[in-house]
């Protein structure tokens, strides 16, 4: 071995890729690619600014309301007040004291523990797992189930197709879309931003060469999007720019002329599923007297009738993959597209054939289509939480909002709990629900709010004690997706900054001064986990036939690469191949493009096939007030609002604020000119953004990225809920439907105007005041 060729800087992972870390002097200089990367993140670098700095917490904090006068309803102070710094053993002190009062008063279900969010790489200090140990080691908590990515398809999917998630990960290799399939209809297109990240962290970077080497191969490529930029220009992509939120009428129109015109094959729909003549009862009109013709769709969809005719007969022509992104589940009844496209994939006759069928959600994340045998790792054990009642993950307000009040949901009517402590550790509520504005006042309703945080982010200015983390450089771990090939080692970079501390350290004092230390730890400390948790993901993963090295060589290599596959994955082969041997798991074992299930819920938005109803704000219902819609997806320059203070996320803005994509025909005659500032406004709230003016949006359709800190201004009557561009101010906090209750983010309407005056200056990157030295 050549020692000098070794690359520098030990190694860590993201959710946005591996990097080596360089350092000096104790400090984090730069992060580098992973030499097995081929392509990696630029994203990666945005932590070197902010890792020490004024928006890093470096002590544990108290707001001043809260110490003063002790827990309660915060009337507005959340969010407002100036934190207290306080020692360690007061903060544990105070958080302690408080869960026990908490739970002697009002039991465990009084705690709110959902937690839900990203956190960080890493299998053990997962922020989120580590919470939820804790909270179960002294009795448990109300949690929340499905997530705000795509809560729509974890409950539609298992009723038509059996299951959700091995859909995503057997999602059929990018190697065979490249050599077999013809035609390639991208709902949602195939957004290479998104391919930056995998939960559990990316290390080999392949969506561009996947994309890039399928359309040399000959691919055609439709993005079938408001946005053109979902598909690379390079690509050989066809833009079929529809209005957002309707993707299920152009289904309809799609399923209607190939029944109509003899394309569907009925030979597979008789063998595969179950439920087609309700279904077509239904878009042939004689549910509701509405044929869902190519003329009916185009009223819809803003696109011409020729071109959805075309498109369905050039899809029954060869063999074509249709992928449906994620977002398209985050709208108002975003139950329905999946179950619309799988109901075409099916009439196409191709589900389980190399390169034709569907595929969901290409690009979402680097990990789709990618062809690696992944290892099934042992995660931290979470114990049992004695506590049944939930919410669905994105009814946090409502919950907050009307205790006591039912919800209905997936078949079942619950009830919302009234919650007095709210405990957070890993996720950023005021980045990812819906209406802020809203979610700002339910906040102030429980007796307490905990965060653990290691930025002064939004989510921590609305806490009552922030507890602040270490970053993921802080600490050892081991990273590995069950869909990314390498497992890598985290080695620890750097020293703690300021006083912050490991999730883990701080849920360990918590526990022991809660008498839970024996029942949280099982006597272990961070390394004996480590060395717990690898053996136990050594041992599963020989049980799929992949040898992995022993601890300490895993240690001294930093990582470990697993085995391609040795057959290229194609996505529901073994049902194709032998549907009696390999039933799905739904009741009939079949693809159920009609649910008796669903159908007996009795949900008018949900008849158990694949049905369209107008979303409550889309273009079709825009009007003077509101004439616009705007998509609020995944920004290409981070993770969610993760380091969107980081210099890397600063460079995307424009005078220091989120840019709105708006078209030229919306721009000019609102006077809006390229860089002009403006505000976006609908009934919920407003905010300010930069134009970016530009023909890459469908006219009518503004584009603003999630992840802008969130930022209230601190006066009233400026007219504005946040100075620096974070859609979630506008979007509407309504479930999908009924069914799922998911979040509904991308169905929203507001109107833009220029912003006369001097915008009042940002705050969001301004730690909040503080009070140091009591
Ligand atoms: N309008 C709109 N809203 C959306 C979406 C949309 O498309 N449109 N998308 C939705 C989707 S798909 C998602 S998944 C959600 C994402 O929402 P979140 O997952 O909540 O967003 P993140 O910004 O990733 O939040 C992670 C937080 O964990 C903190 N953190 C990082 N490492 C650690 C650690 O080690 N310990 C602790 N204690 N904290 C840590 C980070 O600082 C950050 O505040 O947003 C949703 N919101
Ligand atoms: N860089 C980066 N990558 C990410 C993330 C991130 O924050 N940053 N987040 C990750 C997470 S948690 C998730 S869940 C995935 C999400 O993956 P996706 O849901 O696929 O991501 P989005 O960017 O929200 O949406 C993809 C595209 O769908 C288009 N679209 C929106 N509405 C409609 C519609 O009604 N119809 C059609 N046909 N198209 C529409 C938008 O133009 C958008 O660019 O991304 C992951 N990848
Ligand atoms: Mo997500």
């Not at 962290?201 to 996947?210: P, Y």
């Not at 004996?528 to 001294?556: C, I, M, N």
């Amino acid at each position: 071995m050549n020692s000098s060729h070794a690359p520098e800087g030990t190694l860590t992972s993201t959710h946005w890729g591996t990097y080596r870390v360089q350092t000096r002097d104790g400090r984090v200089t730069a992060l580098t690619g992973f030499e097995k990367d081929p392509d990696p993140s630029p994203i990666g670098q945005g932590i070197v600014d902010v890792l020490e700095g004024p928006l890093r917490i470096d002590a544990p904090m108290v707001r001043r309301g809260w110490l003063e006068h002790g827990p309660g309803p915060a009337g507005g102070a959340r969010g407002r007040d100036e934190f207290v710094e306080v020692s360690w053993p007061r903060a544990i002190e105070l958080v302690a004291g408080e869960l026990a009062r908490v739970r002697d008063q009002y039991g465990n279900e009084a705690i709110y523990g959902g937690s839900y969010g990203w956190s960080s790489a890493g299998r053990f200090h997962h922020a989120q797992s580590q919470l939820k140990r804790f909270l179960n080691s002294i009795g448990g908590y109300t949690t929340s189930v499905n997530t705000y990515s795509y809560a729509a398809a974890e409950v539609t999917l298992p009723y038509v197709l059996g299951d959700f998630y091995s859909m995503i990960n057997g999602a059929t290799s990018w190697d065979v879309i490249r050599e077999r399939t013809g035609l390639f209809v991208a709902f949602g297109g195939v957004p290479l931003k998104n391919g930056q990240v995998t939960n559990g962290g990316v290390s080999r970077h392949v969506q561009r060469q996947g994309l890039l080497s399928a359309a040399e191969a000959g691919v055609k490529v439709v993005n079938v999007s408001p946005l053109r930029s979902d598909v690379l220009d390079e690509a050989r992509m066809e833009w079929c720019a529809l209005r957002p939120g309707t993707d299920v009428a152009l289904l309809l129109a799609i399923a209607y002329t190939l029944d109509n015109e003899g394309l569907a094959d009925r030979a597979f729909l008789d063998r595969y599923t179950v439920g087609f003549d309700r279904f077509r009862a239904y878009f042939q009109g004689e549910v509701d007297g509405v044929p869902k013709t190519p003329a009916w769709a185009a009223g819809k969809t803003g696109l011409a009738a020729e071109r959805i005719h075309a498109l369905a007969v050039e899809m029954a022509s060869q063999r074509t993959m249709i992928s449906v992104s994620w977002s398209l589940t985050r709208q108002d009844n975003g139950e329905q597209p999946y179950w619309a496209a799988i109901a075409v994939a099916a009439m196409l006759g191709q589900l389980g054939t190399p390169g034709g069928g569907i595929g969901f959600g290409y690009s979402a994340m680097n990990a789709i289509g990618d062809n690696y045998r992944g290892i099934p790792g042992a995660a931290l054990p979470q114990g049992r939480n004695p506590v049944e009642g939930f919410i669905p993950v994105a009814r946090i307000s409502d919950m907050l909002l009307h205790p006591g009040e039912t919800f209905e949901y997936n078949g079942m009517t619950g009830t919302y709990p009234r919650i007095r402590l709210v405990y957070w550790a890993g996720g950023n509520p005021f980045h990812h629900h819906q209406d802020l504005v809203r979610l700002r006042e339910a906040w102030q309703r429980p007796d307490t709010v905990i965060a653990h945080e290691w930025c002064w982010n939004a989510h921590a200015k609305h806490a009552d004690i922030v507890l602040p983390a270490n970053t993921s450089l802080e600490r050892n771990d081991i990273a590995l997706s069950v869909r990314e090939p390498f497992l890598i080692y985290m080695e620890q970079a750097i020293e703690s900054v300021g006083q912050s501390m490991a999730d883990y350290d701080i849920f360990t004092a918590l526990a022991d001064a809660l008498g839970a230390r024996e029942t949280f730890t099982e006597g272990r400390d961070e390394a004996a986990w480590l060395e717990y948790l690898y053996a136990g993901t050594r041992e599963r993963a020989a049980t799929h036939g992949v040898q992995l090295p022993d601890f300490e060589s895993l240690k001294a290599q930093g990582w470990f690469e697993a085995p391609a596959r040795d057959e290229p994955q194609v996505l529901l082969k073994a049902f194709r191949d032998d549907p009696d041997a390999n039933p799905l798991k739904t009741p009939s074992g079949r693809i159920e493009i009609f649910s008796e299930t669903v159908a007996g819920f009795g949900y008018a938005e949900c008849p158990g096939y694949p049905f369209w109803k107008d979303p409550v704000e889309w273009l079709g219902a825009a009007d003077a007030t509101t004439p616009l819609h705007l998509i609020s997806n995944q920004p290409a320059t981070k993770l969610h609002s993760q380091l969107d203070h980081g210099q890397h996320s600063r460079s995307g803005k424009r005078n220091g604020r989120e840019p709105v994509v708006i078209h030229p025909d919306d721009a000019a005659p609102r006077g809006i000119r390229d860089g002009s500032p403006v505000r976006l406004f609908n009934e919920r709230g407003s905010c300010l953004c930069t134009a970016v003016v530009s023909d890459e949006v469908r006219p009518g359709v503004l584009q603003v990225s999630t992840g802008a800190w969130y930022d209230p201004p601190a006066e009233e009557g400026t007219g504005l809920s946040c100075l620096h561009g974070n859609p979630n101010v506008l979007t509407r906090d309504q479930g999908t439907s009924r069914l799922a209750q998911g979040p509904s983010a991308l169905s929203c309407l507001v109107d833009i105007e220029a912003y006369a005056g001097d915008p009042p200056p940002m705050t969001a990157f301004t730690p909040p005041p503080i009070r140091r030295g009591d």
